[in-house]
């Protein structure tokens, strides 16, 4: 009963990540008079595209709700369906940053708000005592890793934007301290492998600008199916 339940909830939150996408697509598609919308806005031809993509992200998804569920017993309901909120909108947020370098608010908001309904989820289902220890590790953890992310994008310009550093803020909210080291280093490899492969083929060079939310996506699913946090 509880794996139907998590798996249904994973595709509602697939399918919501999907429907974030593509009402963003929508508000910045091109104006009928040949402009364009917000920079960086998708192109209303990608929709199949994103079609596609969604299904393979949401099968992705229902993959490790699975693994989640069969792997790691020992995890609660609440701790694994925060893993998968934050799946659920990294990888649109990964094929919006992909195409258009900038990762919608929209994704940072609904982040958020899954993280107060599972923390009061969590809070009726345990008590209101232990629930506030939970909740200031989660904002100490989303506080420095945002931080450390906000003083990264200072000091190596280009590495990190501002849509990074709410996406790590979500990323802390989610995971905790149980889970975000062991993402953000995953991540971190993955973005090195990418850009060097990338410089190697000559596909980019040192002076391009490569989106980071594809790695933190790979990064935290590889974390997430190996450690179960």
Do not use: H
Not at 29 to 54: F, I
Not at 90 to 96: E, K
Not at 130 to 148: E, H, K
């Amino acid at each position: 009963m509880v794996i139907a339940v998590t798996l249904a909830v994973t595709l509602a939150l697939s399918l919501a990540g999907l429907w974030l996408t593509l009402r963003d697509a929508e508000q910045n598609a091109p104006s009928p008079d040949g402009g364009e919308g917000e920079r960086g806005c998708l192109a209303a031809g990608l929709t199949r595209e994103l079609k596609v993509y969604s299904a393979v992200s949401t099968a992705v998804c229902l993959g490790v709700a699975l693994t989640l569920a069969l792997a790691y017993p020992r995890n609660t309901f609440i701790f694994n369906m925060r893993r998968l909120c934050l799946l659920s909108l990294l990888a649109p947020a990964a094929f919006t940053d992909y195409k258009s370098y900038r990762i919608p608010n929209a994704f940072i908001i609904a982040g958020i708000a899954y993280w107060a309904l599972l923390f009061a989820a969590e809070t009726v289902v345990t008590g209101v005592g232990g629930m506030l220890g939970i909740a200031g590790a989660n904002l100490l953890t989303a506080g420095a890793v945002s931080a450390a992310a906000f003083l990264c994008g200072l000091a190596i310009r280009g590495s990190i934007g501002a849509g990074d550093v709410k996406l790590f803020m979500v990323m802390g909210l989610l995971l905790s301290v149980e889970g975000i080291w062991g993402a953000v280093l995953l991540s971190l490899a993955v973005s090195f492998v990418a850009s060097a492969w990338l410089l190697l083929t000559k596909r980019k060079t040192r002076k391009d600008t490569l989106p980071f939310a594809p790695a933190l996506a790979a990064g935290t699913l590889m974390s997430v199916l190996l450690t179960g946090m």
